[in-house]
């Protein structure tokens, strides 16, 4: 049981960071239109820092954000289409494959599925009392999302006719005309088997709640109308990563698309421009990285060479792919040390045996799944380092550099707020070494 609410941050409810007012932005699928794309960098310049922030939920954040700024930024996200709801705004948290329909692997494509799914949950009532964390995952068969430890999660299935529909250890058939009604439907189920239980997310349902949630699931689906059927054992679903940085070429050869990755997932305005001017708008995606499709194969090896120019990561062979951090001081109140310049100069060392990601504080906002070093700033100066052994693919920035850096660079701890990186529950720090294989 919680004793407070959800205080996760929105594109309305603004978090009073030490920087300023922080505002995040959910864009189902990662999607946009280089219109939205160009609103999005108005609002990071003209009422913010002038930077964006790529979180693990391939949502962006505005930071520096003064606190007359919440009328403004959300007429400028209405205008642009980008704020549908706002009695759903937090609910939005849809992350798609997003190389979809840029090559030739998938089995579904999935920009149709986000697209009626995101209609779906803004007509819901009781969606709009989902959690600010609460995930959905649709998988257009290549495996990359599907990883990521979604609520719901949908897995198109070869021939495009079927998906699975996971929810906990569930696992049931739909026809792929019903998947995106079949989300919703879970997500309401859940509402219903976390009644009382202050359970913002599946895996939070206490007790036999798993079990009762199944039950409710069964129910639900059956009267909204959809055929599911259970899916027997042995189940071994895909297991893919994030898109290669570089160029993606489609089958045939007339078309490509571009990934890049700002260091520690922070970009200019600028930055934002170069990608969104080029192609047919951006896809952000859960990696915090950024696709640039519709482009000819000459257009994105030209925008692949002027984004390195610019101080973006095109390549798996640069060392920013191996380190992530969150925040950190001195944006964030809670955090115990400046990990962005401790990231950065981890970047600058000899590599390490796995990738590394360092936290201001045991909340561990925005970390990776995947084996990683996990390194939490204690206070003292110091990282406790955990080394963590996963077998899903990671969700962060990628395998990392050297040994920890030292000491951590601290600044004085104020009042806490909440996490700036979404995805990440409360978890005790530890201060000795461990290996954890989850």
Partial sequence: MRDRGDACPGALRLHAADDG??????????????RQAEVVADAAELLGDGHLDLTSRGNVQLRGLAESCAAPLAARLHAAGLL????????????ASPLAGEDELPFADVRLWVRELDALVCASDRAADLSGRFLFALDDGRGDVATLGADVTLLAEPGAGSAVLLVGPGRLRVRAADAPRAALLAAEAFRTAAAGSGAWRVHELPGDGAARLAAVLRDALGAGGVRAEHVPDPYAPPRGGPPALGTVR???GERAAVCVQPPLGRLT?????????????????????LVVPGLTPTAADVLLGRAAAAGLVTSA????????????????????ADVRADAAAAAAGPRARLPVYFSGCARRCGHPRG???DKVATGDGTYATTTVTDAAPSTGPGPDPGPDPAPARRHPRRDPGTPDTPGTPDTPDTPTTTTVTR
């Avoid at 007012?21 to 280089?34: C, E, F, I, Q």
């Avoid at 759903?88 to 849809?94: F, G, M, P, Q, V």
């Fill in 371 to 373: 084996p990683h070093l």
């Fill in 269 to 289: 305005a600028a930055q934002w421009r170069l990608l969104a001017g080029a192609g047919d708008g951006l896809r952000v995606t859960p990696w915090r990285s």
């Fill in 250 to 252: 489609a089958p045939g």
């Fill in 317 to 336: 062979d640069s060392p920013w792919t191996r380190v992530g951090a969150c925040t950190g001081r001195p944006g964030c109140a809670k955090s115990l």
């Fill in 21 to 34: 007012r922080l505002a995040r932005l959910r864009l189902p699928g990662g999607l946009l239109t280089a």
């Fill in 84 to 95: 549908p709801s706002e009695r759903h705004e937090r609910a939005r948290n849809i992350v």
